[in-house]
T-cell receptor, first 112, second 116 residues
């Protein structure tokens, strides 16, 4: 699985969009980008994933650059409950083989 | 629809003891993975179970073993506990279907193990 680089921490004002970047310059053509988040003392929560097209769901949007070497997770209107560690993971589709390699992630602090 | 459940929520053991942690996957999921998360670190993959067999394993010693039951629930066993085994142990399940959604994992709340 390709290695990812994320900033260790970010702040965002409540109600504003939170844009969390992730670099994955060694990504290969068959690797997906996944985002999870972990609120303090809870298990990680799946947010979104994509291959090359931008994706949106009820939680967030995922923007992947055309060369696929980086991506941005967007929380359109951050709330205090979005304070968490956000993990960007790049991995080949494995048909259910689930080894997932988590890094340190980005600690997002939403400020009132 | 219940999500992934784990028991117990907290556990305190002493060095050398053995511990068993339990996990029930999300309804409709047949694949279970276990992770260890030390304080301040990301989760580290221990192993995965599918059809009652260990399918993949991370870099953990044989002291860590597991089991999956016919109802897809799973146990994680750790023998000869060390102080360094103190961590949050997470269970994750997935649908095990073909396609990228098969790789989407749903995590339980974890079991906090403290080894004294």
């Amino acid at each position: 699985d390709a290695k990812t680089t994320q900033p260790p921490s970010m702040d965002c004002a409540e109600g504003r969009a939170a844009n969390l970047p992730c670099n994955h310059s060694t990504i290969s053509g068959n690797e997906y980008v996944y985002w999870y988040r972990q609120i303090h003392s809870q298990g990680p929560q799946y947010i979104i994933h994509g291959l090359k097209n931008n994706e949106t769901n009820e939680m967030a949007s995922l923007i992947i650059t055309e060369d696929r070497k980086s991506s941005t997770l967007i929380l359109p209107h951050a709330t205090l409950r979005d304070t968490a560690v956000y993990y960007c993971i790049v991995r080949v589709y494995s048909g259910g083989y689930q080894k997932v390699t988590f890094g340190i992630g980005t600690k997002l602090q939403v400020i009132p | 629809d219940a999500g992934v459940t784990q028991s117990p929520t907290h556990l305190i053991k002493t060095r050398g003891q053995q511990v068993t942690l339990r996990c029930s996957p999300k309804s409709g999921h047949d694949t279970v993975s276990w992770y260890q998360q030390a304080l301040g670190q990301g989760p580290q993959f221990i192993f995965q179970y599918y059809e009652e067999e260990e399918r993949q394993r991370g870099n953990f010693p044989d002291r860590f073993s597991g089991h999956q039951f016919p109802n897809y629930s799973s146990e994680l066993n750790v023998n000869a506990l060390l102080l360094g085994d103190s961590a949050l142990y997470l269970c994750a399940s997935s649908p095990g279907l073909a396609g990228p959604d098969a790789d989407t994992q749903y995590f339980g709340p974890g079991t906090r193990l403290t080894v004294l």
